[in-house]
């Protein structure tokens, strides 16, 4: 299983940038997928992005696909999200996780998240 160790976060104002990072350790040398979740305040851990181990592709939430952006640097075994035009409804703890080798939706592996708070 991979260990994933998020950064990044932190209080933005609305219509600011942040961006985050995902660093990962342990067992690397797998074909996994990689992606972000998030979890805002009384709501569900809902889907932010992902970007798949097959063939690269991207895929993003409806709600953060006009602003975010996805990307992967393997040679640092890193996973970055880039949160542009942030709005208070962006506001949540962010996850990143890893799937099961092989595996474009099966996340298995995650991290313990890192807090974004954007004021109005």
Request: hydrophobic share 30%.
């Amino acid at each position: 299983q991979v260990q994933l160790v998020e950064s990044g976060g932190g209080l933005v104002q609305a219509g600011g940038s942040l961006s985050l990072s995902c660093a990962a350790s342990g067992r690397t040398f797998g074909n996994y997928s990689m992606g972000w979740f998030r979890r805002a305040p009384g709501k569900e851990r809902e889907f932010v992005a992902t970007i798949h181990w097959s063939d690269g592709a991207t895929y993003y939430a409806d709600s953060v696909n006009d602003r975010f952006t996805i990307s992967r640097d393997n040679a640092k075994n890193t996973l970055y999200l880039q949160m542009d035009s942030l709005t208070p409804e962006d506001t949540a703890v962010y996850y990143c996780a890893a799937t099961t080798p092989g595996s474009d939706y099966d996340f298995t592996s995650w991290g313990q998240g890192t807090q974004v708070t954007v004021s109005s």
